[in-house]
């Protein structure tokens, strides 16, 4: 592996402000550079730019001055200068489309995850480690404001539930009251934080529903995740988390709490109707995102590049 000698947060300035330096100058001579994210490096050989999202043009109020200014410079050198645009969504594709990047430019590519079943032993486990109630509803993300926790937590206390416990997983993000949003929320509510990635999947496997009700996502990826592991999801039906989920899911409007409360109701009372939903999805993601189908786009777009 080759690095450049900069910091991070330094070397993506100099490659967004001044076009330097070149990727050769760590990796030497390449028949294609892909930038996996948002930091475009200089376009010294046939360029791909993976592009997550534009949650940003979706809404901007979510976002830091600094994220905004690193975003919309990204959006710019992407228009301009990359050869193709790798999309993992046809969401993130329409969107692109609008804002500019030429629709022959681009190509979709999924995302997969690790399909391991974690043994139920296992699952149960690590919930008796954490200390949950017997059936919980499961949430994992970063606290940001476009993974609407508020409006999780609105439809959380609309349901009124005590016999099942709202679990939080994942770290502290920015724009976020949720330490003020837990407490005015109830008992039933338990925020582990950031867990390892073998525990998450194994709460995952263990929750009586897994839900996700974003703003927007390219992607989606704990739907996926969720998914793979058994879990019926409740989504939203905006965004790409409505491609992953498909028919397996129960989709909602992210913006009213009450839908979110009903599909939970509908889920949490009828277990063997969830049960049905989580086989299903484990099937749909099985033989939908898989890592080949993964691999083979990506082959194609470097092979389209190298010529």
């Known amino acids: 592996m080759a690095a450049l000698r900069l910091p ?38 046939p360029l791909a730019v993976t592009v997550n999202d534009l949650a940003f043009l979706r809404h901007p109020d979510h976002f ?15 228009r301009n200068e990359a050869d193709i645009v ?4 046809q969401h993130t594709a329409d969107d692109c489309s609008r804002a500019g990047i030429d629709a022959d430019k681009l190509r979709l590519v999924p995302y997969w995850t690790d399909d391991r079943l974690v043994p139920a032993q296992e699952a149960a486990d690590v919930r008796q480690r954490f200390e949950l109630a017997e059936r919980f509803v499961l949430w994992v993300g970063t606290a ?26 994942g770290p502290q993000g920015w724009k976020s009251n949720l330490g003020g949003d837990l407490a005015s929320s109830g008992q039933s509510i338990r925020r582990l934080g950031f867990v390892a990635e073998a525990d998450k999947r194994a709460l995952m496997r ?5 839900c996700y009700p974003s703003l927007t996502e390219g992607f989606g990826l704990p739907v996926l ?12 039906a905006t965004g790409a988390t409505a491609e992953v989920a498909g028919s397996t899911g129960v989709l909602v409007d992210p913006t009213r709490p009450q839908e979110i409360a009903d599909a939970l109701a509908g889920l949490l009372d009828a277990p063997d109707d969830a049960a049905r939903l ?19 786009g990506l082959v194609d777009v470097y092979r389209e590049l190298a010529g």
């Open 8 to 45: 991070r947060a330094g070397l993506y300035w100099a490659w967004h402000q001044m076009r330097r330096p070149s990727v050769q100058q760590a990796a030497g001579w390449v028949d294609v550079i892909h930038a996996t994210g948002m930091a475009v490096p200089p376009r010294t050989a």
């Open 206 to 210: 263990a929750a009586a529903v897994v």
């Open 144 to 169: 940001e404001p476009r993974k609407n926790l508020a409006g999780l937590l609105g439809g959380w206390h609309l349901l009124g539930r005590t016999a099942e416990e709202l679990v939080l997983v």
């Open 86 to 89: 790798v999309c993992p969504s």
């Open 278 to 296: 989580g086989k299903q999805g484990r099937e749909r993601a099985l033989a939908e995102f898989t890592w080949q189908r993964t691999a083979n």
């Open 225 to 236: 995740e969720a998914m793979v592991q058994g879990a019926p999801v409740v989504t939203s």
């Open 64 to 78: 830091t001055p600094r994220g905004m200014r690193f975003f919309v410079q990204s959006l710019e050198l992407t």
